[in-house]
């Protein structure tokens, strides 16, 4: 007669609880707030640009400055709570926020706006990496759909700001700025509560938990080059992205003639179509496989941003859409694919990719700003058209275990 052995214990880590909703609703609610609040840089680029005199150079380089600070500090903060995880970093880092929208509500030189915008970019060095560990952690084993909701949060701030800006900023000036810190004291009280959940979950399951394992058994020499083929996906899509961030609305009005507030509005319409595919690519990753919904979202919205700079102002709108709702689809699926790719990391991988995507978009509408003054902002549009045609290269991932698409 064989002898019966008990089968080994699963970790908490290799068995993960139920998702957490509660948290990853509050998660994406403060996500929601703390890019709201940064949007209004953005946004109110037609009201600096006319009080100070500013060219389309020292925009991209407000620009710039709020996304090298908020990119250079986000691997290091990973790799930091990576290994000693710091619960209520979250709330000091939407103070970090409260101060530079402060100080820009109340900046009197195109200096004071440079450090106001380095302020707000440093909470979010601090917010992401941790917030995007809080999704994890809260996911269930369902990371694609939890980095979806974290991350829907944060494109519908986006999106929002250029509305306040309309309904507040432009009517009351720029010192009417300083009101959306109550919105930074909200999130504050409900990262807060946040970070008491993460630290009860740290204390009773373990940090072995919280790192959140699991991943792709690769050689480090795949998983450089698989690395390197996402951060050229995330060139070609944040070079894009900031083109539309940064010039969209002096495009519209440069062109078509249109007011500051309906620019606005249509720059509302391209970031509301791109929460949206945020919130689809997540459960469609999850179900089908992440590289395909990568590959579909970089390369597919080749078409669109081809067509856009030929288009009258209906069909800039519809195009405008379009590309958002595909481009947002691989936002998740990247970064899950690239936590699966160094297991453990959770971290470090998201400061990485939250900071490369706001280096590349700050580096982006830099070199932008330049070649619109050198040329035209509809030049801009017709060469960055060709950027999603890099997307070939996802071909070039490796599939990993958690990428095939699951069964019923």
């Known amino acids: 007669m064989s002898q019966m052995t008990s089968p080994p214990p699963v970790s908490l880590a290799a068995k993960p609880a139920g998702t957490a909703f509660a948290i990853l609703f509050a998660i994406s609610f403060s996500h929601m707030l703390n890019d709201m609040m940064q949007s209004l840089l953005p946004a109110i680029y037609p009201i600096l640009q006319a009080r100070y ?38 709330p000091v880092g939407m103070g970090f926020t409260l101060v530079g929208l402060l100080l820009l509500s109340m900046a009197g030189s195109y200096a004071v706006l440079l450090v106001a915008a380095a302020l707000v970019g440093l909470g979010s060095s601090v917010f992401h990496p941790e917030s995007s560990r809080v999704a994890r952690m809260a996911s269930g084993g369902r990371f694609g759909l939890a980095q979806s909701v974290f991350q829907v949060g944060g494109n519908a701030g986006t999106a929002l700001g250029p509305l306040l800006a309309v309904f507040v900023v432009v009517p009351h000036g720029q010192g009417s700025i300083a009101w959306f810190s109550l919105s930074a004291l909200l999130a504050m009280g409900v990262l807060t509560w946040v970070g008491m959940w993460y630290r009860r979950v740290q204390t009773t399951q373990g940090k072995r938990a919280v790192r959140s394992g699991g991943g792709a058994a690769l050689s480090r020499g795949k998983v450089a080059f698989s690395i390197s083929i996402l951060v050229g996906l995330l060139f ?140 035209s902002i509809d030049f801009v549009y017709r060469v960055c058209a060709f950027l999603p045609a890099l997307g070939i290269i996802a071909a070039l991932l490796p599939p990993l275990d958690r990428d095939r698409p699951r069964r019923s």
């Open 53 to 90: 005199d500013l060219s389309f150079v020292k925009i991209g380089l407000i620009t710039l400055t709020f996304q090298i600070s908020a990119s250079l500090l986000q691997p290091i903060v990973g790799l930091i709570t990576d290994r000693k995880p710091l619960p209520f970093s979250l």
């Open 236 to 375: 070609t899509k944040f070079f894009y992205v900031a083109s539309i961030q940064t010039f969209y609305t002096f495009y519209l009005i440069e062109k078509f003639h249109v007011s500051v507030q309906s620019a606005q509005v249509h720059l509302f319409i391209f970031l509301a179509a791109f929460a949206v595919g945020v919130l689809g690519g997540g459960p469609v990753g999850d179900r089908f496989g992440r590289r395909y919904v990568i590959w579909f979202s970089i390369l597919g919205v080749l078409p669109f941003t081809l067509a856009l700079p030929f288009a009258n102002l209906f069909w800039t709108s519809v195009l405008s859409a379009l590309i958002g709702l595909i481009l947002a689809s691989a936002s998740s699926a990247i970064l899950v694919y690239a936590q699966e790719l160094i297991p453990g990391r959770v971290g470090l991988v998201s400061g990485l990719f939250f900071g490369l995507a706001f280096g590349l978009g700050g580096v982006g509408a830099a070199v932008l700003g330049w070649v619109a003054d050198a040329t």
